[in-house]
């Protein structure tokens, strides 16, 4: 297995209450030992980093970046976990 997988995505988000689906578009780097990187380009920019702790969402003020966490909603800790075994083909 390779240690870095990226590529380019477009996610589809089909609601109900709208004709046509959410589209996003953007990039990702998947690291073994480090989690999954999602960077939103379109419709906004927005940087997400998912590992074993969880969600965070970069945030930037003037020159410098920190990471913030997303608050998890019920069981979002054990999804994370599930989401980063499926990609990166732990058994």
Do not use: C, M
Not at 32 to 44: I, R, S, V, Y
Not at 65 to 89: C, D, H, I, M
Request: hydrophobic content about 40%.
């Amino acid at each position: 297995k390779p240690a870095v997988v990226q590529g380019r995505f477009i996610q589809e988000k089909h609601l109900r209450a709208l004709p046509q689906p959410l589209l996003s578009k953007g990039r990702f780097v998947l690291a073994k030992d480090f989690g999954l990187l999602w960077l939103l380009e379109t419709p906004l920019k927005q940087d997400y980093r998912i590992n074993a702790t969880g969600i965070a969402r970069r945030e930037t003020v003037g020159d410098v970046s920190t990471w913030k966490p997303v608050p998890n909603k019920n069981a979002g800790a054990e999804q994370n976990r599930l989401f980063l075994a499926v990609l990166q083909g732990d058994r």
